[in-house]
């Protein structure tokens, strides 16, 4: 994965004084990234090329990467991340922006969206997570499309580490088992990518951010609902965590989305085909 150098790095304040920071690069409008996790955004790299169409304003959540940590650690629950997203759009000088969202960072998106939708003109919710909206992936739906992979070298280990998984009796090692499932291709550049995320976790940081109190599905759905600007929303056609079927759910929520499903992707779809994966999103951005 490219990496990039740090004087690419800029801070700003949030509302509460903490100092977060961002990375930018690539050239034209600015984009908004969110990553998932809640970790820094350092996974992303530059969305298999998307640079080259926008301006990628990467931030790092509050207390992951290079943004500080915050005197107050209840500040990490999702709901109250929506004030950081605001105060990036005012150190920005944008009255309006697009924003692109991956995972976890997509529950993020939906809750700014449903607060200040007049300040989003496109959104892009890539492989989303479901808390903020309440949408449910059942175990049924999860080993079902896991089995589309049947055919891989490592599938019959990761699969029952998943059954382990969705009959209630996980482990860490189950957990580490099934990262093959995340990925089109578990290559050597899978792998890596993998093992780097894992190294960068913060698990306190991701039970805060789910922490009672952050989501109220049925009223960021009511909000949702109310939302017009043009949403894209792209499933990863083997990916279990985020299956299409229910990707196609989240995209219903919307009066004006387009529902895609990116052919042998996994989570990370930017990973499994790049030039697919840009021409797609870079055409829905346009």
Known sequence: MRQFPLDDVTTFSAHDGTELAYRAFGDGTPL????????????LGDLGGLGAHRRLIRLDLRGTGLSAVPE??????????????????????????????????????????????????????????????????????????ARLRRG?????????????????????????????FSYGCWDETAQAHQAAGDERMNMD?????????????????????RFTSPVFLLAGEVDPGAPPRTMAEFAKLFPN?????????????????????????????A
């Open 152 to 180: 891989e070298p490592w599938f019959p280990s990761a699969f029952r580490a998943l059954e382990a998984i969705v009959g209630g009796n996980a482990t860490d090692e189950h957990w580490k088992a099934i990262a093959p």
């Open 32 to 43: 908004i990234c969110l990553p998932g996790g809640p970790t820094d955004s350092e996974y």
């Open 257 to 285: 989305a387009e529902f895609v499903v990116q052919h042998g992707a996994g989570h990370y779809p930017w990973l499994d085909d790049a030039a697919w994966f840009v021409g797609a999103t870079a055409g829905f951005l």
């Open 72 to 145: 107050d650690p209840t500040s990490y629950r999702c709901d109250r991340l929506v004030d950081d997203i605001e105060a990036l759009r005012e150190h920005l000088g944008l009255q309006r922006m697009d924003v692109l969202a991956h995972c976890g960072g997509a529950n993020l998106a939906a809750l700014y969206a449903g607060r200040h939708p007049e300040r989003i003109d496109r959104l892009a919710l890539i492989t989303p997570g479901v808390r903020a909206v309440g949408l449910t992936i059942t175990g049924e739906l999860r080993t079902e499309t």
């Open 205 to 225: 940081v991701v039970a805060a951010y789910s922490a009672a109190g952050a989501f109220d599905p049925e009223a960021t759905r009511t909000a949702l609902a």
